[in-house]
């Protein structure tokens, strides 16, 4: 049994489409955005910090001045791919 009429229901379901629609657009126009959590998670695991160490973490890597050099560095390794890639 629902605790939402159908209406709501249906309403509710175009709600979520709504918003991953709205976001797809946001992250295709922040490449960024992925990079960032891309590298956040090779950094967890590659150090695989214990539970009470994992925010500390998380926390140095948002602080790390170089993050933007490593974004930009990503960028532009991307970039480089494709365009080999495009060339063969």
């Given amino acids: 049994m629902s605790v939402f009429t159908e209406g709501e229901q249906k309403e509710l379901n175009q709600q979520k489409v709504e ?6 657009k946001y992250l295709r126009k922040h490449p960024e955005v992925k990079i960032i959590l ?6 967890i695991l590659e150090e695989k910090p214990s539970h009470e160490n994992i925010l500390p ?16 560095q990503h960028k532009k390794e991307e970039a480089e791919h494709r365009k080999k890639m495009l060339t063969k």
């Fill in 19 to 24: 918003l991953k629609i709205e976001n797809e």
């Fill in 38 to 43: 891309s590298k956040l998670m090779d950094r």
């Fill in 57 to 72: 973490t998380v926390e140095a890597f948002f602080l790390n001045n170089d993050l933007p050099t490593m974004v930009t």
